[in-house]
């Protein structure tokens, strides 16, 4: 009997070390703000369709407008326009955590 409950220890460690693996997997390395949050997974989807994700605090906001546009601009320095639905939850929620510095959080 005592046999059986080792495997199953086994196998129940097994199973946590993937689930551990997967997790990492899943997550890219990156992690966002508000990570789990409907917009940063949004922002996850939408923005990884044809490069690999930035970090909304890796630009100011001057930035991101720049490169994406404004909220109601148009997209500028080659980056393709996002015209999806989504594109002011995106903004927004770019915006939020973009890098001010000098302010205590972004
Ligand atoms: C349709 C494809 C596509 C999608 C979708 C897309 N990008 Fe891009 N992105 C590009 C291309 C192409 C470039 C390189 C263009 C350039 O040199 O400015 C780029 C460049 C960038 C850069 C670097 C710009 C620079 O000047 O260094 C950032 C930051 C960026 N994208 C953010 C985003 C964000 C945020 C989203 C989601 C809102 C997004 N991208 C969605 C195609 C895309």
């Known amino acids: 009997m005592s046999g059986g409950r080792i495997i199953a220890l086994n196998l129940a ?12 997997a899943a997550g890219c390395g990156v992690k966002l703000p508000e990570e789990g949050s409907p917009q940063a997974l949004l922002y996850r989807e ?20 720049t490169i994406l546009g404004g909220l109601d601009g148009e997209s500028r320095r080659g980056h393709p326009a996002v015209p999806w639905a989504e594109r002011q939850a995106l903004l927004e929620y770019i915006m939020r955590h973009a ?8």
Do not use: N, Q, Y
């Open 46 to 65: 939408r923005c990884t369709e044809c490069h690999d994700i930035f970090r909304p605090g890796a630009m100011t906001p001057k930035m991101w407008e």
């Open 13 to 24: 460690l097994i199973g946590a070390a993937l689930i551990v693996v997967s997790s990492l």
């Open 99 to 106: 890098h001010r510095p000098g302010a205590s959080k972004g």
